[in-house]
């Protein structure tokens, strides 16, 4: 049998701990790794989610606002001064639009901050239309 430590005597399976301790934190570095999208891609999918041409904002206006807001980053995260935090490829403000776990907000999208930050754009992107819906357009950003 193979030891990794050779001072720790097979009955321990201390060297077993160590390499499940070693798989589970590099499972959580790939976790928390940003989701880089191309503007190509952004595009397929901010189409696919009805952007183009919504409330008169081209896809082009939401994929420069991206790019402009995160780099196209989905983990994004921006603290501010006033003690807020925005979130994701949108940078979707704390105070007024979601849930954080420290501070007691609006949360008008009626979503964690949390899922802001995730490869899965569908909170974000509901939450930017709703932003776009009830504030001056794009102005807000």
Request: proline share 2%; charged share 20%; net charge neutral.
């Amino acid at each position: 049998m193979f030891q990794i430590f050779n001072n720790v005597p097979p009955s321990t399976g201390l060297g077993m701990k160590a390499a499940g301790t070693l798989a589970l934190m590099g499972c959580l570095i790939a976790a928390v790794e940003p989701k880089l999208y191309t503007r190509c891609k952004l595009a397929k999918i901010f189409s696919r989610a009805g952007l183009d041409n919504y409330r008169g904002f081209s896809l082009g206006n939401w994929i420069c606002m991206a790019y402009y807001e995160s780099h196209y980053n989905t983990t994004a995260q921006t603290d501010l001064e006033d003690g807020s935090t925005d979130y994701g490829i949108f940078q979707i403000n704390s105070y007024t639009w979601c849930r954080h776990a420290k501070l007691q907000e609006k949360n008008h999208c009626h979503v964690a901050c949390s899922a802001l930050i995730t490869d899965d754009l569908t909170d974000a992107i509901i939450c930017a239309k709703k932003i776009v819906k009830e504030t001056d357009g794009m102005n807000y950003w």
